[in-house]
């Protein structure tokens, strides 16, 4: 009998990290069903961090909070309450801007806001999480709607931000262009872990690899728009106190820097994702590791779950496989035993995101002949 420790990122676009694990553990065990089967869904920071850690710690408990969405009007959003632990005798509270002030929650193309979308939402999740006492914070900050520096965080946690008038500027990147006064005085204060930030980038906040030029295009920003919200950001970076140079400072429209700002600590998402889970402690007892995500390019290798996940796997010298959407011939797969391409064993991109849960499926199915 083996043990198979399953620990996938999200397929971004059709079915989460937890959702993955299970499909491919279906397939593992219609051709071994006496494996033991451990499901560890990996994120990064971005959508379904709260899944994954929900599935993965035992006694974790979903908070409801309706919170100001990406387009002004409320979101029905949780967060997750993780179990008490010595270092955290109240628990752990888990947010995500995805779920609060993602981008997947403007719908399609023709809804996104690139100077209007802000962060209001993430903070108000993060102000009922402090409200409930939590010990300390775990934040994701991937998939975000917006370019506003975090300032809509900062203002759901106390801050003001007003223009020269004294009066409170507007959410999203609109209001960066009237900012001239930051008051942080009344920012709540850290709960006593501290807040750590979980980010797959590590970008500054401004310039050629910043917030506005890297990602804003993404969420709608036109060239002109994205110069403005550049120095916008540059301004803003003035006020604060917090260095923009940061790694990770530009990650989620800035949300990364307001956050600095506020005293937290930015971290790889995938690596402080795996030792919360206690991912390295399952691949030591384990007899093969399963990972994947939507799209493995040659941009995988850096800092993304998968590659995480292998490396765990090398240091434990227990066999890796990669499962995912596409490979790209660009690709370095050299750190896996086996592969498995839903667009190949489908036929096309089509039918795999078609169908993607029975394609999952079927891959567990292969790979639990090849390396069962």
């Known amino acids: ?19 993955a694990a299970a499909r491919l553990g279906e397939g593992w065990a219609r051709v071994r069903p006496h494996d033991r089967v451990l499901l560890l869904p990996m994120a990064d920071g971005g959508e379904g961090t709260i899944d994954a850690f929900a599935t993965a710690v035992d006694g ?42 993602g981008i997947e929650l403007l719908g399609t193309p023709a809804r996104l806001r690139p100077l209007d979308a802000g962060t209001l939402g993430f903070g108000e999740a993060v102000a009922a999480a402090l409200d409930h006492g939590v010990s300390r914070l775990v934040l994701g900050i991937g998939s975000s709607a917006s370019t506003d520096g975090g300032m809509g965080l900062l203002s759901a946690l106390g801050a003001r931000f007003t223009d ?29 872990g501290g807040v750590t930030v979980l980010s797959d980038v590590d970008n500054p906040l401004v ?28 301004r803003f970076a003035e006020l604060l106190p917090a ?19 506020w005293g937290a600590t930015l971290v790889p998402g995938a690596a402080a994702v795996a030792e919360l889970i206690g991912l390295t402690a399952a691949v030591g007892e384990a007899s093969v590791v399963l990972t994947g995500e939507g799209s493995f390019d040659g941009q995988s290798a850096a800092g993304k779950a998968p590659a995480h996940v292998a490396t765990i796997a090398h240091a434990a ?33 089509e039918a795999a995101m078609a169908s993607p849960g029975h ?14």
């Open 359 to 372: 394609w999952l499926t079927e891959a567990g199915v292969v790979l639990a002949a090849a390396l069962g």
């Open 207 to 234: 310039g050629a690899w910043g917030a506005a030029a890297v990602f804003a295009p993404q969420k709608g920003a036109s060239p002109d728009e994205v110069q403005e919200l550049d120095a916008e950001l540059a």
């Open 1 to 19: 009998m083996h043990t198979v420790v399953i620990a996938p990122d999200s397929f971004k676009g059709t079915v989460g990290a937890a959702e």
């Open 60 to 101: 974790a408990q979903r908070q409801a909070a309706t919170v100001t969405g990406p387009e002004g009007t409320p979101v029905e959003a949780t967060w997750l309450l993780l179990p008490a632990t010595s270092d955290a005798p109240n628990g752990t509270g888990v947010v995500e801007l995805a779920s609060t002030s």
């Open 164 to 192: 020269a008038a004294g009066r409170p500027v507007a959410d999203g990147g609109r209001g960066l262009a009237d900012l001239v006064s930051a008051d942080l005085s009344g920012l709540r204060p850290l709960p006593p």
């Open 317 to 349: 010298e227990v066999a890796v496989a990669l499962v995912a959407g596409r490979i790209a011939g660009d690709a370095d797969v050299s750190a896996f035993a086996a592969t498995v391409s839903l667009t190949d064993l489908a036929g096309s991109a």
């Open 243 to 261: 260095d923009p140079a940061t790694p990770g400072a530009g990650a989620a429209g800035g949300a990364g820097f307001g956050l600095l700002a």
